[in-house]
């Protein structure tokens, strides 16, 4: 048992003897701030444009297809407001390694147009 759980921890699945004592929102920082250290500021930045994008266009869609089904608007019903959320959800995570993919392709460009916006802003 004490290995399941020391190989759990180093794939990530337990958090470590400091981390137990945090919170959840404490530990949900902690975890994004590792990663947005390991991809870089570029990279970062060019994954969430990709994800507003995509989440923009999922909502959208998703609503007409709920309203073209149903007649309703989906947050009118609670249940169709947790399918649309839900689906675009699962969506979201299926595409997770294409948005990877396209962040890293346009992770030069991002650093490029984020170098440009630092010169514009006063010293």
């Known amino acids: 048992l004490k290995r399941a759980a020391k190989v759990a921890q180093r794939a990530g699945g337990m958090g470590s003897d400091d981390e137990e004592g945090k919170?959840?929102?404490?530990?949900?920082?902690?975890?994004?701030r590792?990663?947005?250290?390991?991809?870089g500021v570029s990279t970062l930045v060019a994954y969430l444009l990709i994800d507003v994008v995509v989440y923009a266009f999922a909502l959208v869609a998703a609503r007409e297809a709920f309203l073209l089904a149903s007649g309703k608007e989906p947050w009118a019903d609670v249940r169709g407001f947790l399918l649309v959320v839900g689906s675009i959800w699962a969506g979201n995570n299926a595409t997770r390694p294409l948005r990877l993919?396209?962040?890293?392709?346009?992770?030069?460009?991002?650093?490029r147009l984020l170098e440009r916006l630092q010169q514009m802003l006063p010293k």
């Open 23 to 32: 919170g959840v929102w404490a530990r949900l920082l902690s975890s994004i």
């Open 101 to 111: 993919a396209g962040s890293a392709a346009l992770s030069p460009v991002v650093a």
């Open 34 to 39: 590792k990663k947005a250290g390991a991809m």
